[in-house]
């Protein structure tokens, strides 16, 4: 192999590139037998252990941070973080690491606590009646802006699920950026059914109102 195949780190794409890093990060963390609780090396040592920059260094730490797996303290450093007696290894091999899958079972696991949290919204009268649902669809009717997180973060709310959220909130981080972007015209009348299907009670229309509706983003 001549030096023109040879490919850094920095070279590959960036899904590709944050993967590796967080790859190595794993065995890093194996080798030195790095417990939740313990600090983790510098962000100067990982950019030579990993060949890494700092910049692509510091951006897969911290959409590990996001997802809850480490944390870093101000002025301490980055630690493992204790995700429940869960080893961050064993976290990052059976979910974070399967490169094809990822990002789908992302927004699979996601969409589940949504429609879930819908069924509940449907279910309950006193949740069905929250003012919030009648302000999103005004905002909606009135083109004003209103991000797509921003409604289904208000739905898993609602819902009551404290647990669930915290695990909504960590999906949302590693998910789609479109969801980030504000509701579009074309969305307009699948969310509007699925606001009004809620506050009605009408399960089943609600459900289908948001997938149509996800379908779409």
């Known amino acids: 192999m001549d030096d ?13 590139m944050f993967l590796q890093i967080v790859k190595q990060l794993r065995e890093l963390i194996m080798e030195q037998r790095i417990q939740p609780g313990d600090k983790l090396p510098s962000e100067r040592v990982l ?15 911290r959409s590990l941070e996001l997802l809850g797996l480490i944390e870093s303290r101000h002025g301490g450093g980055t630690f493992l973080a204790d995700v429940g007696g869960h080893q961050l290894v064993e976290i990052l091999s059976s979910f974070i690491l399967r490169e094809e899958k990822s990002q789908k079972d992302v927004h699979a696991t996601r969409e589940m606590h949504e429609r879930e949290a819908i069924r509940i919204i449907c279910a309950e009268k006193e949740l069905r009646n929250l003012p919030i649902w009648d302000s999103l669809f005004a905002q909606i009717e009135l083109q004003q802006e209103v991000k797509r997180a921003a409604i289904l973060r208000e739905c898993v709310i609602a819902a009551g699920n404290r647990l669930s959220l915290k695990i909504w909130i960590q999906l949302h981080a590693y998910s789609m950026t479109s969801l980030k972007d504000r509701v579009t015209v074309s969305e307009k009348e699948a969310l509007q059914i ?24």
């Open 194 to 217: 699925l606001i009004k299907s809620m506050q009605m009670g009408y399960t089943e229309e609600a459900i289908e109102a948001y997938n149509e509706w996800i379908g779409q983003i």
């Open 4 to 16: 023109s195949e040879v490919m850094t780190l920095e070279q590959k794409p960036a899904k590709k």
């Open 47 to 61: 950019c030579e252990r990993l060949n890494a920059s700092r910049s692509s260094v510091r951006e897969a730490l």
